[in-house]
């Protein structure tokens, strides 16, 4: 199952785990040395309306959004993607980095 740390210290790691075979990408947090479930996971627009509830969560946040912006490069040729992004969340959940995000 191919899967990307988003963010990980001695607690666990969260983890963007993409299941080819189901077409399901979604974010999870999994104890070391073990996989992220993904009946215990998240989708990636859940993770993102949830405010941080750590500073590894936040981490691991601020990671995600850094893949989407890439992503967003990529496709649209500038981080105006994340403009995208902040039309599907929730405003006052949306962290700084999207809000003020700028290239």
């Known amino acids: 199952m191919p899967n990307c740390t988003l963010a ?3 607690t666990g790691a969260w983890k963007l785990v993409f299941l080819p075979d189901e077409l399901h990408l979604y974010v999870g947090f999994a104890p070391p040395g073990a996989e992220a479930d993904p009946v215990d996971g998240m989708t990636i627009e859940d993770f993102l309306v949830r405010l ?3 500073a590894l969560h936040r981490r691991a946040h601020r990671k995600l959004i850094g893949l989407l912006g890439k992503i967003g490069e990529k496709v649209c040729g ?3 993607f994340l403009d ?3 039309d599907c969340v929730r405003p006052k959940a949306l962290p700084v980095e999207i809000r003020g995000l700028r290239r």
């Open 84 to 86: 995208l992004i902040s």
């Open 78 to 80: 500038s981080w105006q």
């Open 8 to 10: 990980e210290d001695a």
């Open 52 to 54: 941080p509830s750590g």
